[in-house]
T-cell receptor, first 113, second 110 residues
């Protein structure tokens, strides 16, 4: 089954404790991206990657890191999480880029206390 | 600042009616337009994409694009209770960073 997977689905952590949210897709897509979704603010892109070892900032990159060492994986790293990063996070992939349809993972609900 | 505006709703329509969802955008250079459906607690899923002016139909869904007026709309014919969800409009101009609207909540009541 073609899909985007994320882990964990739910995470509660404390301020400053480094965490990684994994994302993997099995559709051989070139483009992958991370979004956060907050009430009243909608979906905002954090980082995107056009290919292996090619990443770039989205609209809200502060406080996040990403890497793309393999085509299928695109982990999101919060090195020192803060409460304002409490949000619902989605990973997405696309065969050609952000200008085309994207396929979203199931989401990760992160709470930072 | 690229902006995509949607009425937050909720838009309430009776079962079997036509639901009309609208979206306006500020960037005249926008080239790609999408409608996603998001059920509560779930991830967005693509319903329609449209790239040129006019109408595009897919089953009960019709997307309409008017670049001169900078709006894109989604019509849902024969609305069903299962269509109750939040509908997200997304716009992109070739910058790899699509801009999403905040979504319109649709309620289809029996």
């Amino acid at each position: 089954e073609a899909q985007v997977t994320q882990n964990p689905r739910y995470l509660i952590t404390v301020t400053g404790k480094k965490l990684t949210v994994t994302c993997s897709q099995n559709m051989n897509h070139e483009y992958m991206s991370w979004y956060r979704q907050d009430p009243g603010l909608g979906l905002r892109q954090i980082y995107y990657s056009m290919n292996v070892e090619v990443t770039d900032k989205g609209d809200v990159p502060e406080g996040y890191k990403v890497s793309r060492k393999e085509k299928r994986n695109f982990p999101l790293i919060l090195e020192s999480p803060s409460p304002n990063q409490t949000s619902l996070y989605f990973c997405a992939s696309s065969p050609w880029g952000g200008d085309y349809e994207q396929y979203f993972g199931p989401g990760t609900r992160l709470t930072v206390t | 600042q690229k902006e995509v505006e949607q009425n937050s709703g909720p838009l309430s329509v009776p079962e079997g009616a036509i639901a009309s969802l609208n979206c306006t955008y500020s960037d005249r250079g926008s080239q790609s337009f999408f409608w996603y459906r998001q059920y509560s607690g779930k991830s967005p899923e693509l319903i329609m994409s449209i790239y040129s002016n006019g109408d595009k139909e897919d089953g009960r869904f019709t997307a309409q694009l008017n670049k001169a007026s900078q709006y894109v709309s989604l019509l849902i014919r024969d609305s069903q209770p299962s269509d109750s969800a939040t509908y997200l409009c997304a716009v992109s101009r070739g910058s790899y960073i699509p801009t999403f609207g905040r979504g319109t909540s649709l309620i289809v009541h029996p």
